[in-house]
Nanobody, 126 residues
Framework: VQLQASGGGLVQGGGSLRLSCAAS????????MGWFRQAPGKEREFVSA????????YYADSVKGRFTISRDNNKNSVYLQMNSLKPEDTAVYYC????????????????????WGQGTLVTVSS
């Protein structure tokens, strides 16, 4: 599976952005999809994940209520709608695909994902 993230950019605090991640291959629906982010000088951290049929989602506490993850298996794509953005949301955002189960302890771990996209930069100004 090859993943291509897009949609990043510069936005003022309080604004919104929608990230997209397009996947190649015909097995997209068999993967759990996640979004992670990495701020300068920090480790990559979990943002959100969505189950194979979009029936289950999970969010980091830092983005809960502001970000919404969704997917369209017909378009082989996963999205991250980001609202009420804060300067601390500034980071490179990565999408990732996982073939295993949806246990929170696993889906929040970068080591548990099988494929990664190249990242898209989100910069939130104050």
């Amino acid at each position: 599976v090859q993943l291509q993230a897009s949609g990043g950019g510069l936005v003022q605090g309080g604004g919104s952005l929608r990230l997209s991640c397009a996947a190649s291959g015909r097995t997209f629906s068999s993967y759990i999809m996640g979004w992670f982010r990495q701020a300068p000088g920090k480790e990559r951290e979990f943002v959100s994940a969505i189950g194979r049929s979009a029936g289950i989602t999970y969010y980091a506490d830092s983005v809960k209520g502001r970000f919404t993850i969704s997917r369209d298996n017909n378009k082989n794509s996963v999205y991250l709608q980001m609202n009420s953005l804060k300067p601390e949301d500034t980071a490179v955002y990565y999408c990732a695909a996982r073939a295993g189960s949806f246990w929170p302890v696993l889906i929040t771990n970068t080591n548990e994902y099988d494929y990664w996209g190249q990242g898209t930069l989100v910069t939130v100004s104050s």
